[in-house]
């Protein structure tokens, strides 16, 4: 995988229903989404991509129009940050490095815009354990965890820059 196959996601992406489509096929680990809403991620997004139809990651700085528990966990603790809000890989797509250039490339883009910080947060109930192994592979580690309004528990993460 090049970063070339990467392209940026806007609400004008031929690909976005596609990717809204793909994001609710794993709203358990990520939440559904309808129209409106997904376009609105895409458009407070400090940095969103996607690889065809079988990846994106959409990410926030501190400064989105976002008003999502996780996201204020980390805005009411660090000053500056890029916040991973949702990455997702086609079950058909996994194991071929679309994650790892996602994540490499927010890296570059948030290093550049002077972010010294990059968070998320991982489900541990329900389990996602697939999230887990990858976010330590990437050198991700826990700083807190929560019981959320909506019946979840989750682990919170980042990853100096």
């Not at 976002?66 to 194991?95: C, H, K, M, Q």
């Not at 887990?132 to 592979?137: C, E, G, M, P, R």
Request: with cysteine.
């Amino acid at each position: 995988m090049h970063i070339a196959s990467m392209q940026i996601l806007t609400p004008e992406s031929p690909e976005l229903e596609a990717l809204r489509a793909l994001n609710n096929a794993h709203a358990l680990e990520l939440s559904f989404t309808d129209p409106p809403q997904f376009t609105h991620l895409v458009t407070q997004a400090f940095f969103a991509r996607h690889v065809g139809t079988s990846a994106f990651i959409i990410a926030f700085d501190e400064t989105a129009d976002y008003d999502v528990e996780n996201y204020l966990w980390f805005r009411a603790r660090f000053p500056r940050f890029a916040y991973i809000d949702r990455v997702v890989t086609a079950a058909s797509a996994r194991g071929q490095g679309h994650a790892a250039t996602l994540y490499h490339a927010l890296i570059t883009a948030a290093r550049a815009a002077g972010h010294t910080l990059l968070t998320c947060e991982v489900n541990a109930d329900p389990p996602n354990p697939g999230s887990d192994a990858f976010h330590a592979k990437m050198g991700f580690a826990p700083i807190g965890s929560a019981a959320l309004s909506n019946g979840k528990t989750v682990r919170y993460f980042s990853r100096p820059l």
